[in-house]
């Protein structure tokens, strides 16, 4: 079985997830960075992509030390599985995803998994999914393994390669007020053909305000979900 997949994102109030400077723009407050941490400790795995590793440098953990007490009293591991997705297979080992948290995944295709490997194959599993990568055969491989909730948290590219190929369950969407504005700046989406088109409405299940954030909580209708 798939896991449920969920898209969780904060963007600027013009669909930016990141300006162009250097360093990272925090988008969140403190309060939402405790309600994704939250999140991540009821999922089995997160998944980011090579690009927003590189240009992140994240950790990825459940920050909460009271949060993982309860992932292992519910017999979870500590940590949820931590993800990648590369084309390429160039992966840097320095980075920080590698050297902390519980285990960790790479998706790759056949010529990638051969440099991943090189780089990473002492510090995660690396799976090849054959010439390209399938994103529904990427799920039934993390059914196999056991995950039965995902949270997928960026990039733009990650969320814009599972739902234009129909496979989100559920985005939060975390609106930040400000303006990025900048050209080039990356963004939540990218241009894709998604499932039922720009008449397509999703369902809004529910709008949370935290602090100066508000967070629509959007559940794709079946014609996005097999």
Same mark, same amino acid.
């Given at each position: 079985m798939r896991p449920y997949v969920l898209s969780s994102v904060a963007v600027s109030i013009d669909g930016y997830i990141d300006d162009t400077s250097p360093d990272r723009l925090l988008l969140s407050n403190a309060?939402? !960075? *405790?309600?994704?941490?939250?999140?991540?400790?009821?999922?089995? %795995?997160?998944?980011?992509? +090579?690009?927003?590793?590189?240009?992140?440098? #994240? &950790?990825?953990?459940?920050?909460? #030390?009271?949060?993982r007490s309860s992932r292992v009293a519910r017999g979870q591991s500590e940590f949820p599985l931590k993800i990648t997705v590369t084309r390429s297979g160039k992966l840097d080992p320095a980075l920080r995803f590698w050297h902390c948290g519980g285990a960790k995944l790479v998706y790759t295709t056949d010529a990638g998994a051969v440099v991943a490997r090189e780089s990473v194959g002492s510090l995660a599993t690396v799976h090849a999914?054959?010439? %390209? =990568?399938? !994103?529904?055969?990427?799920?039934? *491989?993390?059914? %196999?393994?056991?995950?039965?909730?995902?949270?997928? $948290?960026?990039?733009? /590219?990650? &969320?814009? $390669? !599972?739902?234009? +190929?129909?496979?989100? *369950?559920?985005? /939060?969407?975390? =609106? %930040? #007020?400000?303006?990025?504005?900048?050209?080039?700046?990356p963004r939540f989406l990218h241009p894709a053909n998604y499932p039922g088109g720009p008449t397509h409405r999703m369902h809004l299940e529910e709008v949370v305000q935290v602090g100066d954030v508000v967070v629509l909580r959007y559940l794709p209708t079946p014609t996005q979900r097999d």
């Open positions: 309060a939402d !960075f *405790d309600r994704v941490d939250e999140e991540r400790a009821g999922c089995d %795995a997160i998944l980011i992509g +090579a690009e927003t590793m590189r240009r992140d440098n #994240p &950790h990825l953990l459940v920050n909460s #030390p009271e949060r999914l054959g010439s %390209a =990568i399938d !994103f529904g055969s990427l799920l039934d *491989d993390l059914g %196999a393994r056991g995950v039965r909730r995902l949270m997928v $948290e960026g990039g733009g /590219q990650m &969320h814009t $390669e !599972f739902l234009s +190929a129909g496979l989100v *369950d559920e985005i /939060q969407l975390a =609106i %930040a #007020p400000l303006v990025v504005g900048n050209e080039g700046a």
